[in-house]
Nanobody, 125 residues
Framework: VQLVESGGGSVQAGGSLRLSCAAS????????MRWFRQDAGKEREEVAT??????NYADSVKGRFTISQDNARNTLYLQMSSLKPDDTAMYYC?????????????????????WGQGTQVTVST
C-alpha cells in the first residue's frame, strides 16, 4: 500500500486542521492504521490508531483529535481541534497489515511497515 498525507499547514493556537492520508495499491480496511508525529529533536509519538472496532488516542490529544477512515475513498483522516504549540510536528500515517485490519494493544512502530512521507503541522501562539 502507498500512503500520501496532506492537509498540514500553519495555524494559530486554538485552531483546527484536518489531515488526510490517501491510500493506493490496497484497501485501507485491511490494515490497522496509525498517525504518528515527530518534532525536531523529539522522539516519535503515537497519536491515534484505528482498526476494526478499535480506536485509541494518546493522552495528549484525547478530546481534541479524532481519527476516522472513509473506506469508500480509501482515505484516513485526523481531525485536529484546539491545537496547541506542542502539537507542532511532522505527522505521518502508517499501515500495519499484521492482523487484516485488527489492531492490538502494544503495537510498536516496527509493526507498521508502510509509511507516508509526512505533512508538517505548525501551531503558533
Amino acid at each position: 500500500v502507498q500512503l500520501v498525507e496532506s492537509g498540514g499547514g500553519s495555524v494559530q493556537a486554538g485552531g483546527s486542521l484536518r489531515l488526510s492520508c490517501a491510500a493506493s495499491g490496497s484497501t485501507l480496511s485491511r490494515y490497522c492504521m496509525r498517525w504518528f508525529r515527530q518534532d525536531a529533536g523529539k522522539e516519535r509519538e503515537e497519536v491515534a490508531t484505528i482498526g476494526i472496532s478499535y480506536t485509541n488516542y494518546a493522552d495528549s490529544v484525547k478530546g481534541r483529535f479524532t481519527i476516522s477512515q472513509d473506506n469508500a475513498r480509501n482515505t484516513l483522516y485526523l481531525q485536529m481541534s484546539s491545537l496547541k504549540p506542542d502539537d507542532t510536528a511532522m505527522y505521518y500515517c502508517a499501515a500495519s497489515p499484521s492482523r487484516r485490519g485488527y489492531c492490538y494493544w502494544g503495537m510498536t512502530p516496527t509493526d507498521f511497515p508502510y509509511w507516508g512521507q509526512g505533512t508538517q503541522v505548525t501551531v503558533s501562539t
